[in-house]
Protein backbone atom coordinates (compact mmCIF):
# COMPACT_ATOMS: atom_id res chain seq x y z
CA UNK A 1 0.00 0.00 0.00
CA UNK A 2 1.34 3.18 -1.09
CA UNK A 3 1.92 5.92 1.76
CA UNK A 4 1.46 9.40 0.57
CA UNK A 5 2.31 12.47 2.03
CA UNK A 6 0.76 16.03 1.98
CA UNK A 7 3.37 18.22 4.13
CA UNK A 8 2.55 21.58 3.42
CA UNK A 9 4.76 22.75 6.22
CA UNK A 10 7.41 21.89 3.77
CA UNK A 11 6.71 24.75 1.65
CA UNK A 12 8.30 26.99 4.29
CA UNK A 13 10.28 29.11 2.49
CA UNK A 14 10.68 32.60 1.07
CA UNK A 15 8.09 33.47 -1.71
CA UNK A 16 6.26 30.00 -0.93
CA UNK A 17 3.18 31.96 -0.46
CA UNK A 18 3.24 33.72 -3.42
CA UNK A 19 3.73 30.52 -5.31
CA UNK A 20 0.69 29.15 -4.01
CA UNK A 21 -1.32 32.10 -4.55
CA UNK A 22 -0.56 32.78 -8.62
CA UNK A 23 -2.98 30.09 -9.56
CA UNK A 24 -3.29 29.24 -12.65
CA UNK A 25 -0.98 30.96 -16.00
CA UNK A 26 -0.75 30.84 -20.05
CA UNK A 27 0.90 27.22 -21.04
CA UNK A 28 4.66 26.93 -21.17
CA UNK A 29 6.86 25.98 -24.04
CA UNK A 30 7.90 21.98 -23.93
CA UNK A 31 11.29 22.98 -23.30
CA UNK A 32 10.24 24.46 -20.39
CA UNK A 33 8.17 21.83 -18.91
CA UNK A 34 10.79 19.33 -19.69
CA UNK A 35 13.33 21.13 -18.03
CA UNK A 36 11.11 21.81 -14.94
CA UNK A 37 9.83 18.12 -14.30
CA UNK A 38 13.27 17.55 -14.76
CA UNK A 39 14.80 19.77 -11.95
CA UNK A 40 11.67 18.74 -10.04
CA UNK A 41 12.80 14.26 -10.24
CA UNK A 42 16.03 15.49 -9.36
CA UNK A 43 14.95 17.20 -5.99
CA UNK A 44 12.89 14.72 -5.59
CA UNK A 45 15.54 12.36 -5.56
CA UNK A 46 18.43 14.07 -3.76
CA UNK A 47 15.55 15.29 -1.13
CA UNK A 48 15.61 11.65 -0.38
CA UNK A 49 19.34 11.32 0.12
CA UNK A 50 20.17 14.64 1.57
CA UNK A 51 21.42 14.75 5.42
CA UNK A 52 22.46 18.04 6.91
CA UNK A 53 26.56 17.51 7.68
CA UNK A 54 29.05 20.04 9.32
CA UNK A 55 30.37 22.16 6.46
CA UNK A 56 33.94 20.99 8.01
CA UNK A 57 33.19 17.40 6.49
CA UNK A 58 33.85 16.21 3.33
CA UNK A 59 30.90 13.72 2.62
CA UNK A 60 29.91 12.17 -0.68
CA UNK A 61 29.33 13.71 -3.55
CA UNK A 62 25.73 12.51 -4.23
CA UNK A 63 24.82 14.12 -1.09
CA UNK A 64 24.38 17.79 -1.33
CA UNK A 65 21.58 19.97 -0.29
CA UNK A 66 18.90 20.60 2.59
CA UNK A 67 15.33 18.89 2.42
CA UNK A 68 13.83 22.27 3.07
CA UNK A 69 15.98 23.60 0.38
CA UNK A 70 15.43 21.03 -2.27
CA UNK A 71 11.47 20.63 -1.82
CA UNK A 72 11.30 24.71 -2.09
CA UNK A 73 13.90 24.35 -5.28
CA UNK A 74 11.08 21.50 -6.58
CA UNK A 75 8.10 24.27 -6.45
CA UNK A 76 9.79 27.00 -7.69
CA UNK A 77 10.22 24.95 -11.20
CA UNK A 78 6.72 24.20 -10.92
CA UNK A 79 6.05 27.75 -11.81
CA UNK A 80 6.79 26.69 -15.46
CA UNK A 81 3.94 25.02 -15.60
CA UNK A 82 1.47 26.73 -14.55
CA UNK A 83 0.70 24.60 -11.18
CA UNK A 84 1.83 24.35 -7.65
CA UNK A 85 3.82 20.58 -7.08
CA UNK A 86 6.59 19.36 -4.85
CA UNK A 87 7.57 15.94 -4.82
CA UNK A 88 6.38 13.17 -2.93
CA UNK A 89 8.33 9.91 -2.73
CA UNK A 90 6.73 6.63 -2.89
CA UNK A 91 7.26 4.88 0.34
CA UNK A 92 5.38 1.80 -0.39
CA UNK A 93 6.06 -2.02 -1.01
CA UNK A 94 9.37 -2.44 -2.63
CA UNK A 95 9.42 -4.82 -5.58
CA UNK A 96 11.31 -8.01 -4.36
CA UNK A 97 15.15 -8.34 -5.62
CA UNK A 98 15.24 -10.01 -8.63
CA UNK A 99 17.42 -13.82 -7.84
CA UNK A 100 19.92 -13.25 -10.84
CA UNK A 101 20.76 -9.81 -8.89
CA UNK A 102 20.68 -11.52 -5.90
CA UNK A 103 23.05 -14.24 -7.09
CA UNK A 104 25.15 -11.18 -8.81
CA UNK A 105 25.96 -9.95 -5.36
CA UNK A 106 26.61 -13.02 -3.25
CA UNK A 107 29.04 -13.96 -6.34
CA UNK A 108 30.50 -10.53 -5.38
CA UNK A 109 30.84 -10.88 -1.61
CA UNK A 110 33.12 -14.00 -2.92
CA UNK A 111 34.95 -12.21 -4.59
CA UNK A 112 35.26 -9.51 -2.05
CA UNK A 113 36.69 -11.89 0.38
CA UNK A 114 39.56 -13.32 -1.09
CA UNK A 115 40.92 -9.88 -2.01
CA UNK A 116 44.10 -9.23 0.23
CA UNK A 117 44.23 -7.47 3.00
CA UNK A 118 45.85 -4.05 3.01
CA UNK A 119 47.10 -1.42 5.91
CA UNK A 120 48.28 1.88 3.35
CA UNK A 121 49.27 5.08 4.39
CA UNK A 122 46.85 6.90 2.72
CA UNK A 123 43.79 5.82 0.18
CA UNK A 124 43.55 7.72 -3.59
CA UNK A 125 40.39 8.21 -5.06
CA UNK A 126 40.36 9.18 -8.44
CA UNK A 127 36.94 10.07 -10.19
CA UNK A 128 35.23 11.92 -12.77
CA UNK A 129 32.46 13.51 -12.58
CA UNK A 130 29.95 14.81 -15.40
CA UNK A 131 26.07 16.27 -14.23
CA UNK A 132 24.94 19.85 -15.59
CA UNK A 133 25.70 21.40 -12.61
CA UNK A 134 29.44 21.09 -12.67
CA UNK A 135 29.83 19.96 -16.51
CA UNK A 136 33.01 17.34 -16.55
CA UNK A 137 35.66 17.04 -14.08
CA UNK A 138 37.95 14.84 -12.64
CA UNK A 139 39.27 14.99 -9.11
CA UNK A 140 41.87 13.34 -7.24
CA UNK A 141 41.83 13.38 -3.52
CA UNK A 142 43.64 11.28 -0.66
CA UNK A 143 43.25 10.92 3.44
CA UNK A 144 44.64 9.42 5.95
CA UNK A 145 42.98 7.31 8.92
CA UNK A 146 42.55 10.66 10.71
CA UNK A 147 40.24 11.76 7.62
CA UNK A 148 42.57 14.68 6.57
CA UNK A 149 42.13 15.67 2.75
CA UNK A 150 44.67 15.95 0.30
CA UNK A 151 43.46 17.32 -3.40
CA UNK A 152 46.13 17.17 -6.51
CA UNK A 153 45.39 19.23 -9.68
CA UNK A 154 45.75 17.78 -12.71
CA UNK A 155 49.48 19.32 -13.44
CA UNK A 156 50.37 17.47 -9.95
CA UNK A 157 50.16 20.44 -7.94
CA UNK A 158 49.00 18.97 -4.58
CA UNK A 159 47.03 20.86 -1.86
CA UNK A 160 47.94 19.94 1.73
CA UNK A 161 44.65 19.67 4.45
CA UNK A 162 44.02 23.26 6.12
CA UNK A 163 45.28 22.60 9.60
CA UNK A 164 42.55 23.01 12.57
CA UNK A 165 38.90 23.33 12.03
CA UNK A 166 39.06 24.66 8.49
CA UNK A 167 40.30 20.83 7.24
CA UNK A 168 37.76 18.98 5.88
CA UNK A 169 36.87 15.30 7.25
CA UNK A 170 36.39 12.38 5.20
CA UNK A 171 33.30 10.19 6.38
CA UNK A 172 30.60 8.01 4.88
CA UNK A 173 27.12 7.81 6.02
CA UNK A 174 25.56 4.68 8.29
CA UNK A 175 22.42 5.36 9.45
CA UNK A 176 22.03 8.68 11.08
CA UNK A 177 25.88 8.70 11.67
CA UNK A 178 28.93 9.48 9.65
CA UNK A 179 31.95 7.15 9.98
CA UNK A 180 35.50 7.77 9.51
CA UNK A 181 37.86 5.29 7.97
CA UNK A 182 38.72 4.21 11.81
CA UNK A 183 35.09 3.74 12.92
CA UNK A 184 34.75 1.37 9.62
CA UNK A 185 36.72 -0.96 10.90
CA UNK A 186 34.81 -1.00 14.20
CA UNK A 187 32.12 -2.19 12.24
CA UNK A 188 30.56 -5.77 12.58
CA UNK A 189 30.90 -8.07 9.19
CA UNK A 190 28.28 -10.37 9.80
CA UNK A 191 25.50 -9.25 7.65
CA UNK A 192 22.92 -8.55 9.40
CA UNK A 193 24.29 -6.95 12.66
CA UNK A 194 25.27 -4.51 9.47
CA UNK A 195 22.33 -3.93 7.67
CA UNK A 196 20.74 -3.36 11.31
CA UNK A 197 23.10 -0.34 11.49
CA UNK A 198 21.65 1.10 8.16
CA UNK A 199 18.11 2.99 6.75
CA UNK A 200 15.19 0.20 6.43
CA UNK A 201 13.77 1.47 3.55
CA UNK A 202 15.32 -0.43 0.77
CA UNK A 203 16.80 2.88 -1.61
CA UNK A 204 17.99 4.99 1.34
CA UNK A 205 19.89 1.05 2.40
CA UNK A 206 20.83 0.63 -1.02
CA UNK A 207 22.15 4.63 -2.02
CA UNK A 208 24.72 4.55 1.45
CA UNK A 209 25.94 0.78 1.01
CA UNK A 210 26.97 2.09 -2.27
CA UNK A 211 28.54 4.92 -1.51
CA UNK A 212 30.67 3.38 1.00
CA UNK A 213 31.80 0.74 -2.05
CA UNK A 214 32.26 3.44 -4.32
CA UNK A 215 35.28 4.99 -2.07
CA UNK A 216 35.62 3.40 0.97
CA UNK A 217 39.19 1.93 2.77
CA UNK A 218 36.40 -0.92 3.90
CA UNK A 219 38.15 -4.23 4.31
CA UNK A 220 37.76 -7.16 2.05
CA UNK A 221 35.23 -8.73 5.10
CA UNK A 222 33.59 -5.70 5.64
CA UNK A 223 32.57 -5.38 1.85
CA UNK A 224 32.02 -8.56 1.55
CA UNK A 225 28.99 -8.05 3.93
CA UNK A 226 27.90 -4.77 1.91
CA UNK A 227 27.72 -7.21 -0.98
CA UNK A 228 25.71 -9.48 0.79
CA UNK A 229 23.16 -7.06 1.99
CA UNK A 230 22.73 -6.05 -1.37
CA UNK A 231 21.77 -9.04 -2.25
CA UNK A 232 18.79 -8.89 0.31
CA UNK A 233 17.68 -5.60 -0.32
CA UNK A 234 14.39 -5.36 -2.63
CA UNK A 235 14.00 -3.48 -6.22
CA UNK A 236 16.81 -4.25 -8.14
CA UNK A 237 17.29 -5.29 -11.17
CA UNK A 238 20.66 -7.40 -12.94
CA UNK A 239 21.41 -5.65 -16.28
CA UNK A 240 24.06 -8.07 -17.83
CA UNK A 241 27.16 -6.77 -19.13
CA UNK A 242 27.95 -3.71 -20.44
CA UNK A 243 30.74 -1.23 -20.50
CA UNK A 244 31.71 1.42 -18.87
CA UNK A 245 31.98 5.40 -20.66
CA UNK A 246 35.19 4.73 -20.39
CA UNK A 247 35.33 1.38 -22.39
CA UNK A 248 36.13 -0.69 -18.89
CA UNK A 249 34.01 -4.04 -19.43
CA UNK A 250 31.39 -4.51 -16.00
CA UNK A 251 27.99 -5.96 -15.17
CA UNK A 252 25.28 -3.06 -14.29
CA UNK A 253 22.74 -3.58 -11.73
CA UNK A 254 19.70 -0.77 -11.67
CA UNK A 255 17.27 0.31 -8.79
CA UNK A 256 14.63 2.31 -10.23
CA UNK A 257 12.63 4.77 -8.28
CA UNK A 258 9.47 5.88 -7.98
CA UNK A 259 8.30 9.48 -7.00
CA UNK A 260 4.99 11.89 -7.93
CA UNK A 261 4.27 15.44 -8.09
CA UNK A 262 1.41 16.70 -6.19
CA UNK A 263 -0.45 19.07 -8.40
CA UNK A 264 -1.98 22.43 -7.12
CA UNK A 265 -5.86 21.43 -6.73
CA UNK A 266 -8.11 21.83 -10.32
CA UNK A 267 -5.29 20.45 -12.54
CA UNK A 268 -5.45 16.94 -13.34
CA UNK A 269 -3.63 13.98 -12.26
CA UNK A 270 -0.71 14.08 -10.24
CA UNK A 271 2.40 13.13 -12.57
CA UNK A 272 4.31 10.56 -12.04
CA UNK A 273 8.45 10.61 -12.62
CA UNK A 274 10.71 7.59 -12.09
CA UNK A 275 14.65 8.17 -11.30
CA UNK A 276 16.73 4.93 -12.27
CA UNK A 277 20.28 4.76 -10.36
CA UNK A 278 22.84 2.20 -12.44
CA UNK A 279 25.99 0.60 -10.68
CA UNK A 280 28.53 -1.01 -13.10
CA UNK A 281 30.94 -3.25 -11.10
CA UNK A 282 33.92 -5.12 -12.51
CA UNK A 283 33.20 -8.72 -11.52
CA UNK A 284 36.85 -9.97 -11.09
CA UNK A 285 37.61 -7.20 -8.17
CA UNK A 286 33.99 -6.49 -6.88
CA UNK A 287 35.08 -2.78 -7.49
CA UNK A 288 32.56 0.03 -8.61
CA UNK A 289 33.21 1.48 -11.63
CA UNK A 290 30.82 3.94 -12.66
CA UNK A 291 27.49 5.20 -11.33
CA UNK A 292 24.68 7.08 -13.05
CA UNK A 293 21.48 8.73 -11.95
CA UNK A 294 18.95 9.60 -14.29
CA UNK A 295 15.07 10.77 -14.87
CA UNK A 296 13.23 8.44 -16.95
CA UNK A 297 11.35 9.56 -20.10
CA UNK A 298 13.71 12.75 -19.65
CA UNK A 299 16.13 14.44 -22.53
CA UNK A 300 18.16 15.81 -19.70
CA UNK A 301 21.65 13.60 -19.31
CA UNK A 302 22.12 11.14 -16.40
CA UNK A 303 24.42 12.24 -13.95
CA UNK A 304 27.84 10.09 -14.15
CA UNK A 305 30.58 9.27 -11.66
CA UNK A 306 33.30 7.40 -12.66
CA UNK A 307 35.48 5.84 -10.85
CA UNK A 308 38.93 6.00 -12.17
CA UNK A 309 41.25 5.04 -9.76
CA UNK A 310 39.92 3.59 -5.57
CA UNK A 311 42.84 1.95 -3.54
CA UNK A 312 45.79 2.62 -1.13
CA UNK A 313 48.57 4.56 -1.37
CA UNK A 314 51.72 4.49 0.02
CA UNK A 315 52.39 8.30 -0.52
CA UNK A 316 50.23 11.64 -1.95
CA UNK A 317 51.75 12.14 -5.46
Do not use: C
Given at each position: MTNRTDDHSLLDFPGAAELIAAGGVAPPSAGAVDGAWDAVARAAREEERATP?????????????????????????????????????????????????????????????????????????????????????????????????????????????????????????????????????????????????????????FDQVTIMLEDSPASPDLRAALFRILADTPGMKLVGDVRDSKGRAGVAVEITQKSWVRMGEGTGDDLTLHTQDRYIIAPDTGLLLETTHKTLGRATPADRYTWLEVGPAERVE
Open positions: TPPTQLMSHRIRRPRRLLVAAAAVAAIATGAVAYPVLDMGAEPAATASASEFFKGMAEVAEDAPAAAPVYWKVRVETDNQDDGRRTDTNYFDREGRVWSVDADGTVHEPPAGEEGKVKKWPVGKKWLTWPDLEKLPTDEKALAALFPKDAHSR
